[in-house]
């Protein structure tokens, strides 16, 4: 049986507008069994269908036997968010709904937005003969997905910040021609801990829905400065592949290089480098993300590459600044894998003979970059002491950063960003504060 039932009394007659009780509505559908009983029931009424029946709402499920939570928010958005929350504080994920057909084609709209698929839904459809209550149900001629779309990003827009403001990292060595940053993890709407609060990637795997995730976007953005173009995100493949902006776009790569403006391009990173590039002759840039993996097959130089190749940079003048990511203090591989460090340099595993050595994958990524034409004092890692830091370790920080290492497999996401200033409009200022307090290590 389900963990959880929705009621969908916004799209059928509610029980104060006839005889039946709670129980009876459900009982044919969802009989009452002991184990039954602990399933939590979500009364789906919006604060219209409230009002209009007043006290006898309340009292038609006051005798119930089951747990009865009732939904009776401004909108059906916030309705069905409040009702995600409190699923997400009782870490379950199997609803079943009980709705008309109109109410089914309806909170499917709802549902593609709020929810990702890690909560599995089944729908027991009730025909609308009879169901239907024209004082709680509101009608709409509008197009129903434009109106929903719409309603969701207004309800989040409207949410409070989560555990203070939004805050990116800048490198001084990327000139004021790009705009550019490392987000860290404050000022956005998630609430689920470890992806708290501003995630910036949505995973079928992970409980933190797309429209959250456009919302911690887009106030990003505002921040930043390049609201309202959308983040461009590599689609990660863990391996070294180039996307060469303007051609058939691959299913899955780690880097990206453009020359056109009016675009953001982002790399994501838990742990796993963002790697920013920039080349201010030609005015191209790359991003790209480098865990272990990708390291160890090329992926910085071969964003380095693809930007010679395809847009005639000179190696000389590209300048790289890795972002937040994990430092050689937590991480570690299995030796053999360890080892594949070691022969880029003997100085990426510090302590080689280890069970399972230590690792660092930022000092394989300048030396890599160097071999390949990179000038040292054009790279902006942890080894620089002379600038602000944009390479301090993900997991030593869980005020500022997510982490993959630190927190498991449901990991909340930042980015590093870079686009293209249009031609008289370099340093615009960002609608927020970007801040570096100077308090973390590398």
């Known amino acids: ?71 009776d928010f401004r909108t059906v958005a916030e309705c069905l968010y409040r009702f995600k929350q ?47 209550c024209p004082s709680c149900s509101p009608a709409h001629t509008d197009s129903p997905g434009e109106r929903v779309d719409e309603e969701v990003r207004a309800f989040l827009q409207q949410l409070p910040a989560l555990k203070g403001d939004v805050a990116v990292l800048k490198s ?58 959308p983040l461009r995100l590599v689609k990660v493949n ?36 963002p790697v920013l590039f920039a080349d201010p002759v030609s005015k191209v840039i790359g991003a790209a993300h480098a865990g272990w993996r990708g390291t160890l097959m090329g992926v910085a130089m071969a964003t380095v590459g693809a930007m010679v190749r395809e847009f005639g940079c000179q190696v000389s003048d590209i300048v790289v600044a890795i972002g937040p990511s994990v430092g050689a203090c937590c991480f570690t591989l299995e030796r053999e894998q360890a080892l594949e460090f070691h022969y880029i340099h003997p100085d990426c595993v510090p302590d080689p003979h280890s069970p399972k050595p230590h690792v660092n994958i930022r000092l394989a990524t300048r030396i890599l970059l160097q071999k390949g034409g990179i000038l040292p004092e054009h790279i902006h890692d ?19 950063f997510f982490s993959h290492v630190r927190d498991g497999p449901n990991f909340g996401t930042q980015v590093g960003f870079l686009w293209i200033e249009e031609t008289g409009e370099p340093g615009r200022p960002s609608a927020g504060k970007t801040v570096w307090s100077g308090q973390y290590g590398p």
């Open 1 to 71: 049986m389900f963990e959880v039932l929705l009621v969908d009394l916004i799209h059928g007659r509610c029980p104060a507008c006839s005889s039946k009780s709670l129980d009876q509505l459900v009982a044919n559908v969802f009989p009452l069994t002991d184990k039954d009983a602990d399933t939590h029931i979500f009364l789906l009424c919006g604060q219209r269908c409230q009002q209009a029946n007043g006290s006898g709402f309340s009292n038609a499920f006051r005798n119930s036997r089951r747990r009865v939570h009732i939904l």
């Open 86 to 132: 409190t699923v997400d504080e009782l870490d379950l994920s199997s609803v079943g709904v009980l709705t008309s057909p109109q109410g089914r084609e309806v909170l499917l709209l709802y549902q593609k937005p709020l929810f990702t698929p890690v909560y599995s839904f089944e729908y027991v459809v009730k025909s609308e003969d009879g169901l239907t």
């Open 172 to 229: 001084t060595l990327i000139p004021d021609c790009f705009g550019h940053g490392f987000s860290t993890r404050t000022g956005g709407v998630s609430y689920i801990p470890t992806l708290s609060s501003l995630n910036l990637f949505s995973s079928c795997r992970r409980r933190d829905p797309r429209a959250v995730v456009a919302e911690n976007s887009r106030r990003l953005a505002l921040h930043a400065g390049f609201h309202p173009q």
């Open 238 to 273: 863990h391996a070294s592949d180039v996307w060469v902006m303007g051609k058939a776009e691959p299913e899955s790569y780690d880097a990206v290089v453009t020359d056109r403006t009016g675009v953001v391009i982002a790399a994501p990173g838990a742990d796993c480098m």
């Open 382 to 400: 942890d080894t620089v002491t002379d600038k602000p830091c944009v390479t301090p370790c993900t997991s030593c920080h869980p005020e500022a």
